[in-house]
């Protein structure tokens, strides 16, 4: 069984930092990524990271966040710096055995995701 598990959420000031942690246990995992979702809006990407190394990231993030990963822990992880109060989420992980040359890919292509990690920067 696949289990999808992010840590490292919590509660921070604007302009501060967060590094969430993304493990995917049970199978080899391709493509990973973080979303996020605030309640009534859909969910959007935050970045993505293809299994070479590949990334992408969503407009809003402008070069605050970093996305990285180590392939032999099926982990990735978001770096997140200068946080502002509309970065309030829910933050999930995706992950899928399938490897893709691009980093944006289609949501549905995923295979597992997790809980998700409550992330809130107060202003």
């Known amino acids: 069984q696949v289990h999808v598990v992010e840590s490292g959420g919590g509660l921070v000031q604007t302009g501060g930092s967060l590094r969430l942690s993304c493990v995917a246990s049970g199978a080899s995992i391709g493509h990973m990524a973080w979303y996020r979702q605030v309640p009534g809006n859909q969910r959007e990407l935050v970045a993505a990271?293809?299994?070479?190394?590949?990334?992408d990231y969503g407009d809003f993030v402008k070069g605050r966040f970093t996305i990285s990963r180590d392939n032999a822990k099926n982990t990735a992880y978001l770096q997140m710096d200068n946080l502002k109060p509309e970065d309030t989420a829910v933050y999930s992980c995706?992950?899928?055995?399938?490897?893709?040359?691009?980093?944006?890919?289609?949501?549905?292509?995923?295979?597992?995701w997790g809980q998700g990690t409550q992330v809130t920067v107060s202003s």
């Open positions: 995706a992950a899928s055995r399938r490897r893709y040359t691009s980093a944006r890919i289609n949501p549905h292509n995923y295979d597992y």
């Open positions: 990271i293809t299994s070479g190394g590949l990334t």
